[in-house]
T-cell receptor
């Protein structure tokens, strides 16, 4: 079946630095990619929706200048957490969909970010 | 706004026990409803879905029925196995072109031999 891969699976960074998380669709062209974050014991919260070649649409309350999303190709989207702080520590997970029956959505494995 | 509420875990069962994980939703319109499963170290996988009232989604022995009158989509399995141990997420789709999903908090299921 279709596969979405995230990298890295986990990352530790120093406060004030930036970190990039990649999301790739390995065997299909993703027309849309979604980025979620999840705090412990809370729901997955949608951060933004991105379509290839256009600017991401951010959910209310998500700082677009802090969470930079680039969807440069139909198989790659990146999330960059700029000037990370400890409160940004979370589980980030991407998903991708493509045109087809039901616009099926496939999820990556998720990335754990710890900011120290 | 739209939301999903599912029972808190962890749920610990013995092998071959009956499983129910409750899920209720709040939504305007007619959302589609989903159950996703996340096995350790893997991404979320679609387990089953239902797109309209009274639909029953089923897969791998799991079932859930879209109940509009009670706004529920409870997940059930008659006989769980150790390999079913995972985190289960209930979700709804607001529909339209965006495929935006709203998730519950997830329920950890641990099945003991």
């Amino acid at each position: 079946g279709a596969v979405v891969s995230q990298h890295p699976s986990w990352v530790i960074c120093k406060s004030g630095t930036s970190v990039k998380i990649e999301c790739r669709s390995l065997d299909f062209q993703a027309t849309t990619m979604f980025w979620y974050r999840q705090f412990p014991k809370q729901s997955l919260m949608l951060m933004a929706t991105s379509n290839e070649g256009s600017k991401a649409t951010y959910e209310q309350g998500v700082e677009k200048d802090k969470f930079l999303i680039n969807h440069a190709s139909l198989t790659l989207s990146t999330l960059t957490v700029t000037s990370a702080h400890p409160e940004d520590s979370s589980f980030y997970i991407c998903s991708a969909s493509f045109r087809g029956t039901g616009n099926t959505i496939y999820f990556g494995e998720g990335s754990w970010l710890t900011v120290v | 706004g739209n939301s999903v509420t599912q029972m808190e875990g962890p749920v610990t069962l013995s092998e071959e026990a009956f499983l129910t994980i409750n899920c209720t939703y709040t939504a305007t319109g007619y959302p589609s409803l989903f159950w996703y499963v996340q096995y350790p170290g893997e991404g979320l996988q679609l387990l089953l879905k239902a797109t309209k009232a009274d639909d029953k989604g089923s897969n791998k022995g799991f079932e859930a029925t879209y109940r509009k009158e009670t706004t529920s989509f409870h997940l059930e399995k008659g006989s769980v196995q150790v390999s079913d141990s995972a985190v289960y997420f209930c979700a709804l789709s607001e529909g339209g072109a965006t495929n935006k999903l709203i998730f519950g908090t997830g329920t950890l299921l641990a099945v003991q031999p």
